[in-house]
């Protein structure tokens, strides 16, 4: 028995008729077909079709064999496809993170690097907090992660990909939009918000410029990312420092005006497992330069 017998068996039976599944499902001619038919029911020694000038009609051993024929196929099917993977090089597999916002600009770079090294490459993405991107690389789920440094944890390396300072941002017709330059101090009796503890580095740096200007800044409320700072801002006339790569998602709305005198800053780094030997990772390490020319994109 052979694998045509039961592709033209099943085509016979989907189709209700020989001559319609010679001409149209098999291309092939309706004795042809016939014989083929004949010479199966002869191999399993039983008949599987009533033909009649209706067409054809299963019997009941027809019914019986047609949910295994089909089967088969599909086995066989199955077969082919897994000798053709075996056949091939395994793809290469690299698990890559993102602090939410990071993979608008560095995306496109990052996957021309790595498909020019790695042609055929299966590149996971992720995006997160911080935080968690930090916590999938210690647990090996990442292989690397655009992301804040977390000094804590010690089992991570990191690479600087670029220093974004802080600014403040505020309202277009907020009185601090008529300065050049903002000081700590123009900010005390404002509205002011801080970010969430989920994005700590960009809180700490901002808590740390506050502190060593002498001010506390006792922020109104606490915002968890771009989009809601924002909202809070328009809503009730806020102020607040975050990256200065926001001012290109920013509405006409609100504005931006640069810290007076020395201004925080934060660095994107590349953080790794300093376990992690793969040549994938050691490619994506030497072209942290080329990274760095990519646009600061929104990544608090």
Same mark, same amino acid.
């Given at each position: 028995m052979e694998l045509r017998h039961l592709r033209y068996?099943? *085509?016979?039976?989907? %189709?209700?008729?020989?001559?319609?599944a010679a001409e149209q499902?098999?291309?092939t001619s309706q004795p042809s077909l016939s014989r083929q038919i004949r010479d199966l029911e002869q191999e399993v020694g039983v008949q599987l079709l009533n033909r009649g000038a209706q067409g054809i009609e299963l019997t009941a051993a027809g019914k019986a064999f047609l949910d295994h024929a089909r089967m088969a196929l599909l086995q066989a099917e199955?077969?082919?496809? *897994?000798?053709?993977? %075996?056949?091939?090089p395994p793809k290469p597999v690299f698990s890559l993170g993102f602090l939410s916002g990071a993979e608008i600009d560095l995306l496109p770079e990052v996957t021309r690097v790595l498909r020019e090294g790695f042609p055929g490459i299966d590149i996971r993405l992720s995006s997160d907090y911080s935080p968690l991107l930090a916590k999938a690389l210690m647990r090996r789920k990442l292989d690397a992660a655009f992301m804040r440094a977390d000094e804590s944890m010690e089992d991570l390396a990191y690479k600087r990909v670029r220093t974004d300072p802080l600014v403040f941002v505020l309202p277009s017709n907020h009185r601090l939009a008529a300065q050049s330059a903002v000081a700590p101090e123009h900010v005390t009796d404002e509205t002011f918000y801080l970010p969430s503890k989920s994005a700590p580095a960009v809180r700490?740096?901002?808590?740390?410029?506050?502190?060593r200007a002498g001010i506390d800044p006792r922020p109104e409320h606490e915002v968890h990312n771009v989009v809601h700072a924002i909202s809070m801002i328009t809503s009730t006339h806020g102020v607040m420092l975050l990256p200065a790569y926001t001012a290109r998602y920013l509405p006409d709305s609100i504005t931006t005006r640069p810290v007076q005198g020395e201004a925080p800053t934060l660095d994107l780094v590349i953080a790794y497992h300093k376990a992690n030997k793969s040549p994938i990772l050691k490619l994506l390490?030497?072209?942290?330069g080329r990274l760095a020319t990519a646009p600061a994109g929104n990544n608090q």
């Open positions: 068996f099943v *085509a016979v039976a989907d %189709a209700g008729s020989l001559t319609v499902k098999l291309h199955a077969a082919k496809e *897994a000798a053709l993977r %075996a056949a091939q700490r740096a901002v808590l740390d410029y506050f502190n390490l030497s072209r942290v």
